[in-house]
């Protein structure tokens, strides 16, 4: 039996997507933003609707896009809540410190270790923020071996259901990949 | 220390949706994407680009997005790797049955507990699915008090980087909301 819910946004999970974005006068600014996803080999989509990191978009051209982490969750969760529209400091009050992205015009935030450098392409016609993906760069603090180590990332996801944020656990495998076999 | 990869398609992590579609004969498919998110409160985006799925969303106007799970993690897969246009029965050779939704033209798959039943939209300006969010139903397996319980549903996410399946661990709680402090 199942039960039926309605029309609820719960594409699941989501991620914990970190915005970076500097304003017209180069100040650094962060949110936090659950509905976006990869929307290309080299593209990213955000679903954002009015906020001062849509406004820095719009000006600055560029955005960075790092994941919210296990450690850094209570400033990640911080950053969302809060606008800098009203809290024009809650970057700094969150703990938050920032370096110039060396590929696009937006702040790379110092404390979240795996960020996607991107140019803005366009707001398309459903006004979502495309994104090109002009670089990644990670901190050597989560790499094993030279490769993004997911366990040293602790990323978190964002369970809509229940508006939580939750961890990574176990590998399961690349499964088929991996040379398991179906039931017979 | 920042290490550079380049333009990679690293969103992280990226939901491993299975989108449930009937062609014109009302024979079921099902393939797996990671590429995609929520679009909007009640909208879906899919990049899929060209697959016997697109095809059939085209002609039944309708789909359905599961999520793996670690229980299905193999047959889950293995509908990504092989194409119904090679393998017209890869659905029932993994282990799928499917029910037909009430609200839309499309399968509920009856082994993933979680979907959403989706009415196309359209194809947008870049040639992604948007689909509207009809309903949303999951199997009582799942629930918690009526809601919709993670650990139950035990979904797996992928991980780009490592291309690899991972299930979802601990709750981090709900930071801020639940009261945490800030750093001073």
Redesign the interface.
């Known amino acids: ?15 914990a ?1 970190m915005i970076g974005t500097y304003d017209e006068n180069g100040k650094p600014n962060l949110m936090n933003a ?9 593209t ?2 955000l ?1 954002l609707s009015a906020h001062k990191t849509t406004d820095n978009i719009k000006t600055s051209g560029a955005f960075t ?1 790092s ?1 919210a982490t ?1 450690e850094t ?6 950053v969302g ?1 809060v606008s800098a529209n009203q809290e024009p400091n809650k970057m700094v ?3 938050f410190s920032t370096t110039k992205s ?1 590929f696009v015009n937006a702040p ?1 935030i110092n404390e979240l270790p ?3 450098e991107c140019k803005l392409l366009k707001f ?3 006004g ?1 923020v ?1 994104g ?9 603090s989560i ?1 094993t071996d ?3 180590d ?1 366990k040293k ?1 602790d ?3 964002f ?19 991996d040379g ?4 017979s």
């Open positions: 039996m199942r039960k039926n819910f309605g029309a609820k946004p719960w594409v699941y999970p989501q991620p997507l659950a509905w976006g996803g990869q929307y290309g080999p080299n990213v989509m679903c896009v994941f296990a969750v209570v400033p990640c969760d911080y809540i009050t969150a703990g060396e790379i795996l960020t996607l398309n016609e459903d979502k495309i090109e993906i002009v670089n990644v760069s990670a901190d050597e790499l030279g490769n993004v997911y990332l990323a978190i996801i369970d809509p259901a229940a508006a939580a944020y939750i961890r990574l656990g176990e590998k399961v495998g690349n499964a088929f990949k398991a076999k179906l039931k």
